[in-house]
């Protein structure tokens, strides 16, 4: 059984940073696409950023030149390096693997993690 799991969580001051982690376990194959998204209160999920087995990345307008997202294929782990984040930034994030990276940036990821809280003060 596939199982996702994030970590890196935490508060943290306006400007400061963290990096989230996601480790995929139970699969004998490796994802071509993750993705990172994210859930604010009485928001809807959005997508953060994506990558594919290849490297290639895409990012929410509202992110990009902040955060960066990355993998590692031996390990089955993906990341995110969270760059001075706002308080507009906290919500509980959420990584997602699949096959493709259509899919993922849809939303529509075959796997999700539980997701890990992210929390900004000002």
């Known amino acids: 059984q596939v199982q996702l799991v994030e970590s890196g969580g935490g508060l943290v001051q306006a400007g400061g940073s963290l990096r989230l982690s996601c480790v995929a376990s139970?699969?004998?194959?490796?994802?071509?696409?993750w993705g990172w998204y994210r859930q604010a209160p009485g928001k809807q999920r959005e997508l953060v950023a994506g990558i594919t087995s290849g490297g290639s990345t895409n990012y929410a307008d509202s992110v990009k030149g902040r955060f960066t997202i990355s993998r590692d294929n031996a390990k089955n782990t993906m990341y995110l390096q969270m760059t001075s984040l706002n308080p507009e930034d906290t919500a509980v994030y959420y990584c997602?693997?699949?096959?493709?990276?259509?899919?993922?940036?849809?939303?529509?990821?075959?796997?999700w993690g539980q997701g890990t809280q992210v929390t900004v003060s000002s």
């Open positions: 139970g699969i004998i194959f490796r994802f071509n696409a």
């Open positions: 997602t693997g699949d096959q493709s990276i259509a899919t993922i940036l849809r939303g529509y990821g075959r796997y």
